[in-house]
């Protein structure tokens, strides 16, 4: 049987860091995220004995090594959850995505999120949104968001059934606009995660997290713009504190991602406008403002000498018709 999805990723507003199980991939602590759009990513996925071995290509390129165990283990949980007879086949997976990838814009998010859509159709499960966000999450923990999309929160437990994730009303999205900073400079989030907690920062991230996330759940849901994406730039410069002092020291700003950091604040203090900065671990920026200063800000980015373009929010992973599979 062969199914399509699509998803859109996340950035990350109050993020996860580090796991307490690799292999669940439950994290110590809840995270938030928006999903942008219309940035996405397109699966198709079929279990068909006509396939000799499971196979996943993204973007025109077969997966091998690390990159196809985490894909395997999406399907396998998919595989788990199914009475399907035909989900004992070989499985062919097929992803494309419309924005960059490792340059810190959530496409591993988006990523794991549609497939765990297109695999829990195929594999005939009849599941919610917060059932198939735990399928997604065995390859990413920010792609279980993803599945739920918008403004979500992907709460932390050591069962599918605490740790999956739910949507925090807010009515925000309606004016939020996200300008991209793109610094293209490749990364790898799961190497962050591996050694989160072993620097010297992490006891104290998750010392105040709990409080962060209470307050970014209070400004999403009394529609907060300027508290949410205020708390938002701190946890981004929280995150970087943790991860630049782990054992590898790892640095992944760039000069034209502080360049973006020093003119948000600059609009910010001297031109009175709403805008936040925003990154994950990557050097690309999520320049957070309302859409009546979209115009303005995004030429003030540009003017930092990085590619533009400005995104919106993005609902939910949704099943696609048959015209959009890719095979």
């Known amino acids: 049987m062969k199914a399509t999805a699509m998803a859109h990723p996340i950035q990350g507003l109050v993020k996860y860091h580090g796991m307490r199980d690799e292999i669940e991939r439950f994290p110590y602590h809840d995270s938030i995220s928006v999903c942008t759009a219309p940035s996405h990513t397109r699966t198709t996925v079929e279990f068909s004995m006509d396939h000799d071995d499971d196979t996943y290509v993204v973007d025109g390129e077969e997966l091998e090594g690390r ?115 793109l610094v293209p400079y490749h990364k790898e989030t799961e190497d962050a995660h591996h050694e989160a907690a072993d620097s010297h ?73 709403p805008v936040y900065f925003s990154t994950d671990t990557g050097a690309s920026v999520y320049v957070n403002t309302t859409e009546e200063y979209a115009e303005e800000v995004e030429e003030a980015i540009s003017d930092c000498g990085v590619s533009t373009t400005t995104w919106s929010v993005g609902g939910p992973a949704r099943l696609l018709e048959e015209d959009d599979h890719l095979f």
Request: proline share 3%.
């Open 67 to 181: 990159a196809f165990e985490r894909v395997e283990a999406v399907v396998e949980k998919a595989r788990s959850l199914s009475d399907a007879a035909h989900t004992v086949y070989p499985v062919r997976l097929e992803s494309e995505n419309s924005f960059p990838s490792n340059v810190g814009l959530g496409s591993s998010s988006s990523g794991f999120a549609a497939a765990a859509m297109a695999l829990a159709e195929a594999a005939e499960l009849d599941a919610s949104k917060q059932e198939i966000s735990t399928i997604a999450r065995v390859g990413s923990a920010s792609a279980a968001r993803a599945v739920t999309g918008a403004f979500s929160q992907l709460h932390t437990g050591l069962n599918d059934d605490d740790c999956r994730s739910r949507r925090i009303p807010s009515t925000l999205h309606e004016d939020l606009k996200i300008i991209i900073g």
């Open 201 to 273: 920062m992490f006891q104290a991230r998750n010392a105040h997290i709990h409080d962060q996330i209470a307050e970014m759940r209070d400004a999403l849901r009394t529609d907060d713009f300027e508290r949410a994406f205020e708390l938002a730039e701190h946890d981004s410069l929280s995150l970087a504190a943790t991860t630049m002092t782990g054992p590898s020291g790892w640095v992944y700003w760039q000069p034209a991602t502080l360049a973006i950091f020093n003119r948000v604040r600059e609009l910010r203090e001297k031109e009175d406008i």
